[in-house]
């Protein structure tokens, strides 16, 4: 009986339960968590995400587990059995697509869209950028069709828009066309937004000159406070007529924006971009790792989707290079083509990447305020991607 006792005992402990799966998506996290702290890799992002991929792992305690419906198969009695607490978070926040549209709101009570209103031609290069999705899309089609892959067009959708490093809005269309591949989704969308510095720079240095590099461009024009407030109700109109189904994301968007540039609701933007942001991404990063179990996460198709989105993103920014380099051939002002790789949505980080490289070039060449003309670009393009996606992919079937 006492042997029995140590037994059980020991069978409930972690070191028995744990599995060389558990072990190594652990270690995993633990390096996400390593990045962000040692190499300050997106740290609100990534330390939430790990931290949430480590509970994910912890055996027997089921942190993970989804909240689900039992049906009585003779007193047909529907019970609730409560998951554990990230699985709550998540069904939540992420499976509704809640926390993305919030995520949005405070996006655009901190976003400047100045240099976007001031030199319009750079939303051509946030534009560009949404080619990866696209590409990825009719590729992901193309592996189903020829080589056996098992995804349906509306998980290709899912899968593509990666490429935007647009972490809400890959959450958000995951969410609407690919629920079983929405944790995979969100934690690769999140992976390459974080890791944004070290994927794009040798990107943009293969396609691009040293004397490219080092073009400066011409100070922005002042934005009067009228085209301020005017432009995020302009873009919501545009939505609503043209494509209402990119609506939620884009409106979150300029609702946000319109908080910050409105002039008499600062609290209301201060609130929006500090403390409901700072709580919803506690919550997101927390409830994206949870889908870094061992028993989700270590699967042939998971891994595809990550490879798959890696080439999205490497695309994305491939365009917008590319079609800086095309407009420098027309007449007009220089534009460095390195913020064209800015055209993903990863705000700030991208934008920050490309002044980086430019300083490399010239110490003196300041392209941050540039940088972010199609940064901003690439957040709307991403949605816009996102609406066209969700418009077109149904049709299709």
């Not at 047909?76 to 990230?86: A, P």
Request: net charge neutral; glycine share 12%.
């Amino acid at each position: 009986m006492f042997v029995q006792t140590l037994h059980e005992v020991w069978l409930a402990t972690g070191i028995a339960a744990m599995d060389i799966g558990s072990l190594f998506m652990i270690a995993v996290s633990s390096l996400l968590i390593y990045l962000a702290i040692r190499k300050e890799f997106e740290p609100l992002l990534l330390i939430p995400i790990g931290f949430g991929g480590i509970l994910a792992n912890v055996p027997i305690a089921g942190i993970a587990t989804a909240t689900r419906e039992i049906i009585d198969p003779l007193t047909l009695e529907i019970t609730t059995e409560f998951g554990g607490f990230l699985g709550q978070i998540y069904g939540f926040g992420i499976a509704s697509g809640l926390f993305p549209v919030l995520i949005f709101v405070g996006i655009g009570s901190m976003t400047d869209f100045g240099p976007l209103i001031a030199n319009p031609k750079t939303a051509l290069l946030g534009a560009a950028a949404q080619f990866g999705i696209f590409s990825t899309v009719i590729g992901t089609a193309i592996l189903t069709e020829f080589f056996g892959f098992g995804f349906t067009l509306a998980d290709a959708g899912a899968i593509a828009i990666i490429g935007g490093a647009d972490g809400p809005t890959a959450i958000f269309i995951a969410s609407q066309l690919s629920p079983r591949l929405l944790g995979a989704v969100a934690v690769a969308a999140y992976t390459y937004m974080a890791l944004v510095p070290i994927i794009q720079p040798p990107i943009v240095r293969l396609l691009t000159t040293k004397a490219e590099r080092g073009i400066r461009m011409k100070q922005l024009r002042q934005v009067s406070r009228l085209e301020r407030i005017l432009f995020p109700l302009a873009a919501l109109a545009l939505c609503v007529l043209l494509l209402p189904t990119a609506a939620p994301l884009i409106g979150a968007l300029m609702f946000g924006n319109l908080l910050r540039e409105s002039g008499v609701t600062e609290r209301l933007a201060r609130a929006a971009g500090n403390e409901m942001i700072n709580i919803v991404t506690i919550l997101l990063g927390l409830a994206v790792g949870s889908k870094l179990g061992a028993d989700e996460f270590l699967r042939p198709e998971t891994l595809g989707i990550v490879l798959l989105g890696l080439v999205a993103f490497a695309i994305g920014t491939a365009a917008g290079v590319l079609l800086a380099k095309v407009l420098n051939m027309l007449p007009g002002n220089k534009i460095n083509p390195l913020i064209g790789a800015a055209g993903v949505s990863a705000v700030p980080m991208a934008a920050r990447v490309a002044a980086r490289l430019g300083r490399d070039e010239d110490h003196g060449n300041y392209l941050i305020m540039h940088a972010m003309g199609p940064n901003v670009a690439g957040v709307l393009g991403s949605a816009v991607a996102a609406g066209v996606l969700l418009a077109i992919i149904p049709i299709l079937g």
